[in-house]
């Protein structure tokens, strides 16, 4: 299984709703990622877990919520979102047992906040 | 100046066509070297991932890292229409540390 699979793949909210995105991978990798993507924009980081530590935040605001239940799951928690935050959210995985061979994206969940 | 400098393009070339993409770098420290393709409203797809200088191969797909001109390269040959994407490179220092994108080029390739 060489597949990182996010869900929900489209996702519509007001700016006062709580709502969740969630990633899965089964590569065994030891680090996920999120990415922010904008239109004709390359990914941004935002977050980085490494064995299952949050080791990277890019000074993401906090209405962004990262949590890593366990090595294979990865979610991020959004609240009182504004429409600017409206965008592509990426989940990566990389890491694996027997070392690197670059970070794996999944399809995305493209997210509308309005 | 960006730490990973890519020509946004568009570059159209002919079915058949070899096809050069190239970016450069600005920090020696970056160590590994990515080459992603991404088509329109979907994720990006890693196509090649090379550690420090030299040459990678895969299919069609040659990939070139030059660490003492800070150049990187990725090679297409007979180039497909089902190729045509927006192609990304990436560098990052460490394993499992922030990738650091160029802003992607735009091919296309005309049957």
């Known amino acids: 299984d060489t597949e990182v699979t996010q869900t929900p793949k489209h996702l519509v909210m007001g700016m006062t709703n709580k709502k969740s995105l969630k990633c899965e991978q089964h590569m065994g990798h030891r680090a996920m990622y999120w990415y922010k993507q904008k239109a004709k924009k390359p990914p941004e980081l935002m977050f980085v877990y490494s064995y299952e530590k949050l080791s990277i935040n890019e000074s993401v605001p906090s209405r962004f919520s990262p949590e890593c239940p366990n090595s294979s799951l990865l979610n991020l928690h959004l609240h009182a979102l504004q429409p600017e935050d409206s965008a592509l959210y990426l989940c990566?995985?990389?890491?694996?047992?027997?070392?690197?061979?670059?970070?794996?994206f999944g399809p995305g969940t493209r997210l509308l906040v309005l | 100046q960006k730490e990973v400098e890519q020509d946004p393009g568009p570059l159209s070339v002919p079915e058949g066509a070899i096809v050069s993409l190239n970016c450069t770098y600005s920090n020696s420290a970056f160590q590994y070297f990515m080459w992603y393709r991404q088509y329109s409203r979907k994720g990006p797809e890693l196509l090649m991932y090379?550690?420090?200088?030299g040459n990678k191969e895969d299919g069609r797909f040659t990939a070139q890292v030059d660490k003492s001109s800070k150049y990187i390269s990725l090679f297409i040959r007979d180039s497909q229409p089902s190729d045509s994407a927006t192609y990304l490179c990436?560098?990052?220092?460490?394993?499992?540390?922030?990738?650091?994108f160029g802003s992607g080029t735009r091919l296309s390739i005309r049957p």
């Open positions: 990436a560098a990052e220092y460490s394993s499992a540390s922030k990738i650091i």
């Open positions: 990566a995985s990389s890491l694996s047992r027997t070392g690197d061979s670059g970070a794996h």
């Open positions: 090379t550690y420090s200088s």
